[in-house]
């Protein structure tokens, strides 16, 4: 919906997010586990401090049909929409564009007069997605300057290669694939870009085929599984270099690029080393006109009885972290590392990105752990730290314990149940568990968390 002056929740530089009013609704992506019968959701929770509905789940609206798997999904626009060379400076951020990783069918959902009651005003069903783009599996959801873009894992038929596809921020319309030269690109995951440096980044993990169906021991051994990044020039679509980061480092997912536009620099993750089970972050970084990567923190495997660990893990007599998701507060100061297998969740000061420094840690959950939360205390609880995003003040930190239905039962074959937490962030670093916030779900399990107005990975800015 276009609007006479440009919204305002769309902010031209990091610094001026930050002074944003607090989020009071956080919308989050709920599927149905392996067995139910309930067709997945959107939820909305209440997370104003002062509200008398705390903490509880206040709305929903429920997919059409059954089977989505809802897990990453992102604004139709945001702050990029203030880029100079924005051809739509008066969308709205209004619509949240939500697909399922399983079906390839996208929804579109408004959030508008009532946050409260979401309701769906268009569907893209998965032939629409295939005929148009020839990908399928769409995962990640990012508003650029002129339109929506969309990662896809795979080609329909479940192979490669997966890649990036666009629709209209406006009509919705899939507009076609995104790539005019892939170069030697095959795998998909995340991307992002440094609006700036007209350059665009992304990383891997593995066609559908490879994962749908849970970790695929011998693809993971046999390295297999992504391990490059690609540069592209962001303008011209083409592919322009592939940073290696070595066959033993497998799955490189999330991505979460400097704030600063004038920062030509981010983080990205590593789920595990064949070598020795640790993970890792690394850092891309642009010098001399060309782009490298170097490894910054590296997060070793914890020793447990194998009694405790699921089957795929008893030999190795260990738990990996399982780096699952990252995330970078507003400021570029603090990063945010989930450790979904060992249950920990870290916070590094990145002031220096070359040098990052280790200020909190708490743990909950975990594969042999099972760390309970201060407020039930006596429960333990399955999953571990997983979905995280940061408000845009960067003082709460929100996440989640499901990472996807297949790997889930691998790697928690008793059940994850669900659960999400917040975390209050101190001025200097330093985080705490907020005891008034555990929200637990019998009917769902909730992934991927986006807060009103917008947050730490949902906006670009083109202005420092």
């Known amino acids: 919906m276009p609007l006479l002056k440009p919204d305002p929740t769309f902010y031209p530089s990091p610094r001026l997010a930050m002074q944003a009013p607090p989020e009071k609704h956080a919308f989050v992506a709920a599927l149905n586990p392996p067995g139910s019968k309930l067709n997945d959701a959107l939820l909305v929770l209440d997370v104003d401090p002062e509200s008398p509905t705390y903490g509880q789940r206040v709305g929903e609206v429920m997919m059409p049909k059954f089977g989505d798997e809802l897990?990453?999904?992102?604004?139709?626009?945001?702050?990029?929409?203030?880029?100079?060379?924005?051809?739509?400076?008066?969308?709205?951020?209004?619509?949240?564009?939500?697909?399922?990783?399983?079906?390839?069918?996208?929804?579109?959902?408004?959030?508008?007069?009532?946050?409260?009651?979401?309701?769906?005003?268009?569907?893209?069903?998965?032939?629409?997605?295939?005929?148009?783009?020839?990908?399928?599996?769409?995962?990640?959801?990012?508003?650029?300057?002129?339109?929506?873009?969309?990662?896809?894992?795979?080609?329909?038929?479940?192979?490669?290669?997966?890649?990036?596809?666009?629709?209209?921020?406006?009509?919705?319309?899939?507009?076609?694939?995104?790539?005019?030269?892939?170069?030697?690109?095959?795998?998909?995951?995340?991307?992002?870009?440094?609006?700036?440096?007209?350059?665009?980044?992304?990383?891997?993990?593995?066609?559908?085929?490879?994962?749908?169906?849970?970790?695929?021991?011998?693809?993971?051994?046999?390295?297999?599984?992504?391990?490059?990044?690609?540069?592209?020039?962001?303008?011209r679509r083409r592919h322009l270099q592939a940073l290696d980061l070595g066959k033993e480092q497998q799955m490189v997912l999330e991505m979460r690029p400097a704030h600063d536009p004038r920062k030509p620099y981010g983080f990205v993750s590593v789920v595990v080393s064949v070598k020795d089970l640790s993970a890792s972050i690394w850092l891309w970084h642009r010098g001399n006109g060309a782009w490298?990567?170097?490894?910054?923190?590296?997060?070793?495997?914890?020793?447990?009885?194998?009694?405790?660990?699921?089957?795929?893990?008893?030999?190795?007599?260990?738990?990996?972290?399982?780096?699952?998701?990252?995330?970078?507060?507003?400021?570029?100061?603090?990063?945010?590392?989930?450790?979904?297998?060992?249950?920990?969740?870290l916070q590094y000061d990145v002031s220096d990105p070359f040098n990052p420094k280790k200020t909190g840690s708490v743990r909950i959950g975990g594969i042999s752990n099972r760390t309970a939360h201060p407020k039930k205390p006596d429960q333990p609880l399955a999953g571990g730290p997983q979905m995280v995003e940061v408000s845009r003040d960067g003082k709460r930190i929100y996440f989640t314990n499901s990472l996807y239905a297949a790997w889930d039962e691998q790697f928690y074959p008793d059940g994850v149940a669900s659960w999400m937490v917040k975390l209050d962030v101190g001025r200097d670093g330093g985080i705490t568990f907020d005891e008034n916030f555990f929200v637990e779900s019998s009917d769902y399990r909730v992934h991927q968390i986006r807060l009103e107005g917008g947050d730490s990975s949902s906006d670009s800015f083109c202005f420092p």
């Open 71 to 235: 897990h990453h999904f992102g604004w139709n626009a945001c702050s990029s929409a203030l880029c100079p060379y924005a051809p739509h400076p008066h969308v709205e951020r209004r619509y949240l564009v939500v697909p399922g990783i399983r079906s390839s069918r996208i929804h579109i959902i408004d959030t508008k007069p009532d946050p409260r009651k979401p309701k769906i005003v268009k569907v893209i069903e998965p032939e629409e997605v295939f005929a148009r783009t020839n990908y399928s599996r769409p995962h990640t959801i990012h508003c650029g300057p002129e339109g929506i873009y969309v990662s896809a894992l795979g080609a329909p038929n479940g192979d490669g290669p997966g890649g990036i596809f666009m629709l209209d921020c406006e009509t919705f319309e899939i507009l076609g694939q995104w790539e005019m030269d892939r170069g030697p690109q095959f795998f998909q995951y995340d991307f992002w870009w440094h609006l700036g440096f007209d350059t665009l980044l992304s990383s891997e993990w593995g066609t559908p085929n490879m994962i749908e169906n849970g970790v695929q021991p011998d693809l993971l051994l046999g390295s297999k599984y992504g391990h490059q990044m690609h540069v592209w020039d962001l303008r």
């Open 292 to 345: 490298d990567l170097k490894k910054v923190i590296e997060i070793p495997a914890e020793p447990a009885d194998p009694e405790k660990l699921p089957p795929l893990l008893k030999d190795f007599k260990a738990v990996p972290p399982l780096v699952t998701d990252i995330n970078l507060s507003l400021d570029d100061k603090f990063l945010y590392v989930s450790c979904w297998g060992t249950g920990e969740f």
